[in-house]
């Protein structure tokens, strides 16, 4: 089996995409199976099946756009 290059691509208002060989691994240091072969890891932190995105993201709202400046400040 070769080895591929791992890239992490982060996607506007979305997760985080992972290709390549790469080994996830939980708060106890345990091998986290992956289910695919690219990985969408959330970013938005209400995904039912953390660490994987499971599209919560859209229903949220969530944003990866710097806030707005205060019109005031």
């Not at 791992?6 to 979305?14: F, R």
């Not at 938005?44 to 099946?49: D, E, K, L, R």
């Amino acid at each position: 089996m070769t080895r591929t290059e791992t890239t992490i691509t982060p996607y506007p208002d979305g997760p985080l995409i992972v290709r390549g060989d790469v080994v996830f691994r939980n708060e106890a240091g345990e091998e986290i199976r992956q289910p695919r072969r690219t990985a969408a890891l959330c970013r938005c932190g209400v995904s039912a099946i953390k660490p994987w995105c499971d599209g919560t993201h859209k229903l949220i709202g969530f944003t990866t756009s710097p806030a707005a400046p205060d019109a005031q400040g």
